[in-house]
Each structure stands twice: as structure tokens, then as C-alpha cells.
Nanobody, 124 residues
Framework: QVQLVESGGGLVQAGGSLRLSCAASGRTFSSYAVGWFRQAPGKEREFVAAISGDGGTTYYTDSVKGRFTISRDNAKNTAYLQMNSLKPEDTAVYYC?????????????????WGQGTQVTVSS
């Protein structure tokens, strides 16, 4: 069982930055890939980014490439999502997820462990 707790959300102006954190429980954090999804009001849940257990492989959805960076610190059991050049369309609840296999984070999200989410609001 993996428990995930997100933090770092908030209100920011367009063009600003935020860093989300995802703290995970358990001693096998490095064995799990970690990812981020988001869901805006009235829209479907959307994959944002993922990182492998050793941090060597990352994936991003096209709309955030060059602006967002996913990373992890296995010694701290924590993953991060650095979000720069934020746009109003980035406004959403952001969820941290985890899965033993990085491809499954996006392909079978129902099998992921999920955090409770953190709100990110970008004003224009």
C-alpha cells in the first residue's frame, strides 16, 4: 500500500511558478514510478507527467513540455512537479499518482495509487 500526500498548490498569476510536492509513505518508494494528473472543472482528467523509480525516464503531455519539470528525491520519499510559465488553462486540481511500472501510470490510471489532490489556480 502506498499513500500519497500532495502539497504546494495555490493561487498564482499567469507567467508565475509553483512547485508541487508529493510525499509518499512506505520503504519501497524508489520501486514505484510517480506521476501527476490534473482535472479542471467540467473537463476530463488529464495526464501531465511521470517519472520512473530511478528518475532516469520522464514523460510529459505536450501542453506542458518545456514549462513543467517532474523530479524525485528517493531519500526523502518525495516527488515534485516544478511548474513555470503558468497559464490560466493550467488551472486544475493536481493529483499525484504512483504505480510500479511507468507505462501503466498513463495507460491504466485506475490501477494507480492516488493522492487527495491539490488546487492550482492561475489568474490572467
Amino acid at each position: 500500500q502506498v499513500q500519497l500526500v500532495e502539497s504546494g498548490g495555490g493561487l498564482v498569476q499567469a507567467g508565475g511558478s509553483l512547485r508541487l510536492s508529493c510525499a509518499a509513505s512506505g520503504r519501497t518508494f524508489s520501486s514505484y514510478a510517480v506521476g501527476w494528473f490534473r482535472q479542471a472543472p467540467g473537463k476530463e482528467r488529464e495526464f501531465v507527467a511521470a517519472i520512473s523509480g530511478d528518475g532516469g525516464t520522464t514523460y510529459y503531455t505536450d501542453s506542458v513540455k518545456g514549462r513543467f519539470t517532474i523530479s524525485r528525491d528517493n531519500a526523502k520519499n518525495t516527488a515534485y512537479l516544478q511548474m513555470n510559465s503558468l497559464k490560466p488553462e493550467d488551472t486544475a486540481v493536481y493529483y499525484c499518482v504512483s504505480n510500479p511500472l511507468i507505462p501503466r501510470i498513463r495507460s491504466t490510471p485506475s490501477n494507480n495509487y492516488w493522492g487527495q489532490g491539490t488546487q492550482v489556480t492561475v489568474s490572467s
